[in-house]
């Protein structure tokens, strides 16, 4: 079999080809082939990998890279875009390098809410708490922390922001460490982060691409094919691309590949979604990277776009020291199976992003190990035999960042009942407190790896997405500083015995719901909440249930990674009021309990919709169970997720996105549009690429010499290296020179660049640019009009497109554009509201122009201000440019 020569051309090592092929029943060049999904879910054959080197931001770090690059071995060139392997260095994540030309080795470490698995770092709230507070300055301003931890440890490459999943299931396991059900919230947050990341230095990595919206059978293993997230062009475009999109124009450098397959076609390998999508049509111009023991295939990933192999391993990680690339793609070079250019386009893209984050310029080395807490410790911990050194230094990157931390914990505390006012309460109210999600983990705040259980406070979920605590401020020692009259029952059973309630009396109850990552299972719950449902965990429908029997002032707390349903006591008259504090990361108390007593007041937002029961939802969205064979998640609800679903079904949610109560009250007024750049349906014309300096490089395939390793170079056992054996490389030459060719080329394989013109919607950096022109901008004063209550409103800006006949452009009653959060306005107080609709906004995708499509650019499009996506304040109409105010919305 030609995979088993020395020779071979397939870029994949024998033992993990005979594996996949034996077991999956497949080869590397099958592998990419789409999979029986159903019609019409394609994952159309996209080729060549598009080259990069076009982009006017990234022209700088390009210049730099492609003379370094050139000075390359072939050897060199293969070392930086493969991972050493699975626990062969600091990070979790470790590149090899290009010493020679001083191009280091690279660290990458999780995760989008801290530094994971090492010390003196912030845990700092999660995602879906950073987009509860509707605040863009809050969410850049996190980035910036965040990027300030990730370089003080020496981390080249933040494993974040997550902006994939969506949250298009409400049960999916890792929807917190992502910023909420809605495209726009997650874009705008996600892109914050990733400039807040970058302007220190640090490259963010944008994740995961794409479609991996649940976690059960997300991994493709020796026994059974990933789930495939079978979406449909439009769904892609106007859900889960969009904050990929913005992402990229955001400038995010790297990009990661989910575990899934999209499509039918494996995401690691999937030339739709990285060649099609990312690299041509969102002209993104960094490397691609894998997710962990993603990589598939050598050749096969190459020539869909991917860029660089992570960790580093095949599926089997570890043991048997085998890789996809590093020393098989060398030899799939020498060979030629994978083109020259491809090969230059890999490595530039890699020196590219290290260029423009200006790490070339003393980037600090990592002074940490994800592996061991000991100062001392083997550095190769998967090596048979290892060195051993100072691994870590304790490097305290925290700073004044628990400051941030607590603002965006607290700015993201969403109200959502709060009958007869019953908060704020006073901190001289006899408070009684239920359940164990008000204290800290009793068995330490860190006990459980990566906090694969849920006991005491619910910071954060469970997986690669967690962080250390440094300590917890947990909510019932808060109480207790502030509060003289606190009792606490450290349990989820309502105790019995109780003494009687008195009318002042307030009870509050502590309940949570948890999520995370596959790699662990939960009391029962495999990263989604397979078992649990949306349920509150630990019985806290019945604690709370209780306490309302016996308290007549009842304050529910809610931790939570996303919905849960509260059918069982929402309308219990004692449950006076209920308070979302999602997932707050180190900082639960403070931020919590100044809320409570009313030093400031709420001002988060709901980042998904509530239903009033799970099967509110439809079908499409619950959790795909294992099966034989692939399992098929298709998207079949398209657009409608979340508030869209709901909205045109006429269900009526317990609680809508977007919704959160403020103890002040705001009013709108001076509420004016103004329209930019007229709209045409189509937009203008792409601009041409601005060159392409890969086609300029050195193509030729180089002399095996180049694939040796240097003399005297010694091996660590299982390290994964570049170089080949000297007979090996001799022979993956000549196959090169007798013009063998790696036998499966995909379908549609060509290695003929595409023109821009090919690709209408593309464009440098996140896609035709004129997508991002100012088509309108809403104007309007918001005023505190309370009188006892300082607060921040939250401005959110709703389009409703206007009525079409044309079911092509069919679109959701209401999508969130954009949105605004005010400082804190005394009674009284105002402030200037300024809301942009760019073409984007008002744009539908039409899947058989593959472009963008005003459906209507004369009608009237609405644009509706409310602080939820079911209570609006003024609407604006893009025709008469006219504004009301006192309109009901639209529903
Ligand atoms: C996760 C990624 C993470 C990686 C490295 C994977 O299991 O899906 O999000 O960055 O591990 O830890």
């Keep these: 079999m030609h995979f088993l020569s020395s020779g071979s051309p397939s870029g994949l090592s024998a033992l993990s080809l005979f594996l996949l092929s ?6 590397a060049g099958a592998a990419i082939q789409p999979r029986a999904v159903p019609a019409p879910y394609v994952a159309a054959s996209y080729y060549p990998a598009p080259h990069g080197g076009w982009a006017d931001d990234w022209a700088d770090a390009y210049e730099k890279a492609l003379k370094l690059v050139s000075q390359m071995t072939l050897a060199e060139k293969t070392n930086i875009t493969g991972g050493t392997g699975f626990f062969m260095g600091p990070c979790v994540g470790n590149t090899g390098s290009a010493d020679r030309l001083g191009f280091p080795q690279l660290c990458l ?8 698995t090492t010390d003196n770092v912030t845990a700092f709230p999660a995602g879906i708490t950073t987009g509860a507070t509707f605040d863009k300055k809050l969410m850049y301003e996190r980035g910036v922390a965040l990027g300030q931890e990730f370089k003080g440890k020496g981390v080249n490459m933040y494993l974040g922001p997550s902006v994939g999943p969506l949250g298009r299931k409400p049960r999916a396991g890792r929807n917190w460490e992502g910023f909420g059900s809605d495209p726009v919230l997650q874009a705008f947050a996600g892109a914050e982060t990733v400039r807040g990341v970058q302007d220190q230095g640090c490259i963010a990595v944008l994740k995961h691409l794409i479609g991996n919206e649940q976690e059960i059978q997300r991994m493709f293993n020796v026994g059974q094919q990933g789930i495939s997230a079978n979406i449909d062009d439009r769904a892609m475009h106007e859900l889960y691309l969009w904050p990929f999109a913005e992402g990229v124009r955001a400038g995010t450098a790297v990009v990661m590949t989910s575990y899934n397959a999209v499509n039918g076609s494996a995401s690691s390998q999937n030339a739709y979604s990285i060649n099609g999508l990312l690299k041509e049509e969102l002209g993104f111009q960094g490397p691609v990277m894998t997710d962990w023991l993603a990589h598939m295939s050598g050749v096969a ?7 660089m192999s992570m960790p580093g391993d095949t599926q089997i990680p570890v043991l048997p020291g085998t890789a996809y690339f590093m020393y098989e793609m060398t030899r799939a070079a020498l060979n030629g199976s994978v083109p020259m250019d491809r090969i230059n386009d890999m490595a530039t893209r890699v020196v590219a992003a290290w260029y423009k984050l200006g790490q070339d310029k003393d980037y600090p080395r990592p002074n940490f190990s994800s592996n061991t807490r000991a100062r001392t410790g083997l550095l190769y911990p998967a090596a048979v035999f290892s060195p051993s050194g100072v691994v870590n230094q304790y490097v305290n990157v925290q700073a004044d960042h628990k400051i941030i931390a607590k603002q965006v914990a607290q700015e993201a505390i969403t109200l ?3 009958n007869g006012s019953l908060l704020p309460i006073s901190t001289s109210a006899p408070i009684k407190v239920f359940g164990t999600d008000a204290q800290a983990n009793p068995d330490g705040i860190n006990k459980c790896t990566d906090k694969s259980c849920n006991k005491g406070t619910l910071g954060m979920g469970w997986g690669s997405g967690s962080a250390d605590y440094p300590y917890m401020d947990d909510p019932i020692s808060s109480l207790k500083r502030k509060a003289g009259n606190v009792e606490f029952w450290n349990t989820d059973s309502f105790p019995k015995n109780l003494p009687d309630a008195t009318a002042d009396d307030v009870a509050l ?19 989604d909440r397979d078992k649990s449902g949306l349920k509150a965990w630990h019985n806290g429908d019945e604690l709370v249930q209780k306490a309302a029997e016996k308290y007549s002032n009842v304050v529910v707390v809610v931790h939570t990674v996303g919905p849960i349903v ?7 008259p004692s449950v006076k009021a209920v308070v979302f504090a999602h997932l707050p990361g180190q900082e639960a108390g403070d931020s919590l309990t100044e809320v409570l007593f009313g030093e400031v007041s709420p001002s988060g937002h709901l980042p998904y919709t509530l239903p009033v029961s799970e099967s509110d939802y439809p079908e499409s969205v619950g959790i795909v169970p294992n099966g034989l064979g692939q399992p098929q998640d298709t998207f079949s609800e398209g657009i409608y997720i979340d508030y869209r ?8 949610p317990q609680y809508a996105f977007g919704h959160g109560l403020s103890y002040a009250s705001f009013a709108y007024s001076d509420v004016r549009v103004q329209a930019v750049t007229p709209l045409t349906t189509v937009p203008p014309a792409r601009p041409a690429k601005s060159g392409d ?8 395939i180089p002399p095996a010499s180049e694939a040796l390793r240097p003399e005297g170079f010694k091996d660590i056992f299982r390290y994964r290296y570049s170089f080949l054996a000297e007979n090996d490389a001799k022979n993956a030459y000549a196959d090169g020179a007798a013009g063998k060719k790696y036998p499966s080329l995909p379908p549609g394989y060509s290695t003929t660049q595409k023109e821009a013109g090919q690709t209408p919607a593309g464009g440098p950096s996140g896609g035709n640019p004129a997508l991002w022109d100012v088509a309108y901008v809403v104007s309007l004063t918001v005023t505190n009009n309370g009188t006892a209550h300082a607060g921040k409103a939250s401005t959110q800006l709703y389009v409703q497109f206007p009525a079409t006949d044309n079911a092509k452009y069919d679109t959701p009653v209401l999508q969130l554009r954009d949105f605004a959060k005010t400082a804190a306005l005394a009674p009284g107080e105002s402030e200037a509201v300024e809301l942009t609709i760019r073409r984007k906004d008002v744009s539908v995708w039409d899947a058989e122009l593959q472009n963008w499509v005003v459906p209507n650019p004369e009608g009237r499009f609405k644009f509706w201000i409310g602080d939820a996506s079911d209570s609006f304040g003024a609407v604006c109409y893009s025709d008469s440019t006219a504004c009301e105010t006192g309109v009901p919305g639209p529903l």
């Design 566 to 572: 509260m059918e069982p006591w929402i309308n219990h």
């Design 416 to 418: 959502l009942k709060n």
């Design 22 to 27: 034996d077991l999956l029943g497949t080869t």
């Design 109 to 116: 470490q999780d995760g989008p809410l801290g530094v994971r």
């Design 693 to 700: 300096p890969i086609a300029a490089m050195n193509n030729t």
């Design 509 to 527: 109850v502590f309940i949570s719901s948890d999520s995370g990552e596959n790699s662990y299972e939960v009391e029962g719950n495999h990263g």
């Design 645 to 652: 679903y709901f909205q045109k079904n006429g269900v009526k």
């Design 301 to 307: 990933s190459a020539l869909a776009g991917l860029d």
